[in-house]
């Protein structure tokens, strides 16, 4: 290789009888290496590459990524068998009809660690059909490296049903799901505690799957607010219809 496992410092001709692990005696793999002689101790030297060595520590070490799903949530897990600075997880998806990835969510890594590591993400409101995941793995110095592609299918919702917003409290911004099993007419309204109407985010016919919508209550005062979602579907059955409140606090 192009560097030298030996020992490197100008100057130096009695060692140090142990080095903790970490340590950098030098970082310049060109120079001539001295002759040094140990002391009575033992004397550990890390050895390291010229491309990529001390100043550029091993990757992740991700030894596993997988799904399952268990009714509208997706469960990711994933395992790691060693981590050098290591920051965050950042867990994407695409839908096979889009091809477009995005970011839907992050988990903090462990930074430094040699033993496994076991980690979870859950996809409360993924894609309905067929959808992809990837792990954008960032270290602390902002470099990144991308995980294999899983790939898993997402059935159809069974029930109707509103989630609480996250976050909340919120300022300005939080999100709504919500599931419809069959395609519906469907309204999105949000209203004061004085019951006057704040916003209305979807007045229109959707499709069945799980949604996503977005409220920015940037021109509005703290305090608290409902959304309400009605469904009416287009089979002519049973309108569906539910309330919950949220804090907008600034």
């Known amino acids: 290789t192009d560097a030298r496992s030996t020992w490197y410092a100008a100057g130096l001709t009695t060692p140090p009888t142990t080095v903790l692990p970490g340590t950098i005696v030098t970082d310049d793999f060109t120079a001539t290496p001295l002759t040094v002689t140990s002391g009575t101790g033992e004397l550990y030297v890390a050895l390291a590459n010229k491309a990529g060595g001390i100043n550029n520590p091993l990757p992740v070490e991700l030894v596993s990524f997988g799904s399952s799903v268990n009714g509208s949530v997706l469960k990711l897990t994933w395992t790691t068998a060693s981590e050098i600075n290591s920051a965050k997880f950042f867990v994407e998806r695409t839908s ?108 229109e016919f959707q499709k069945a799957g799980y949604h996503s919508m977005n409220f920015n209550a940037q021109g509005l005062p703290s305090g608290v607010y409902f959304y309400k979602l009605t469904a009416t579907p287009v089979d002519g059955t049973k309108q569906y219809s539910m309330t919950k409140k949220m804090i907008l606090a600034k």
Do not use: H
């Open 96 to 203: 096979k009809s889009s091809g477009v990835w995005s970011k839907i969510g992050e988990v903090n890594a462990a930074g430094v660690s040699n033993a496994p590591r076991n980690y979870v993400y859950c996809d409360r409101f993924p894609v309905t059909g067929k959808v992809q995941y990837r792990l954008k793995m960032v270290d602390a110095d902002g470099t990144s490296k991308y995980s294999s592609v899983i790939e898993t299918e997402i059935g159809l919702p069974k029930n109707f049903s509103l989630i609480q917003n996250y976050p909340n409290p919120f300022n300005p911004s939080t999100t709504f799901n919500y599931a419809i099993p069959v395609d519906s007419k469907v309204a999105l309204t949000v209203y004061n505690l004085l019951g006057n109407e704040s916003g209305r985010l979807v007045n």
